[in-house]
Nanobody, 124 residues
């Protein structure tokens, strides 16, 4: 079993930045994709970003391209999401997810493990 624990959420003003972290522990495996999803109030959960094990294959939601950056430190089993130029519409609970594969996917059901989520609130 793999446990994922997110941190770094909080309240920030529009235009500000936050960095989310997700640490994996337990029976970790390699290679694996790590990704971020988010769920805004009253909406379905959506894909945000994902990275292959090497970091050479990365995918982003169109609306966050140029503002968000996903990165990972495999030695620490940790993935990061640097979020800049935050907008009120980025307000959501952000979830970390892991997939036993080397190919990122935007499809929620293809991820094997999930964290509990960390809340991000962007005020206008």
């Amino acid at each position: 079993q793999v446990q994922l624990v997110e941190s770094g959420g909080g309240l920030v003003q529009a235009g500000g930045s936050l960095r989310l972290s997700c640490a994996a522990s337990g029976r970790t495996f390699s290679p694996y994709v790590m990704g971020w999803f988010r769920q805004a109030p009253g909406k379905e959960r959506e894909f945000v970003a994902a990275s292959s094990w090497s970091g050479r294959i990365i995918a982003y939601l169109d609306s966050v391209k140029g503002r968000f950056t996903i990165s990972r430190d495999n030695a620490k089993n940790t993935v990061y999401l640097q979020m800049n130029s935050l907008k009120p519409e980025d307000t959501a609970v952000y979830y970390c997810a892991a997939r036993a594969s080397n190919y990122p996917t935007k499809t929620e059901r293809e991820y094997d493990y999930w964290g509990q989520g960390t809340r991000v609130t962007v005020s206008s």
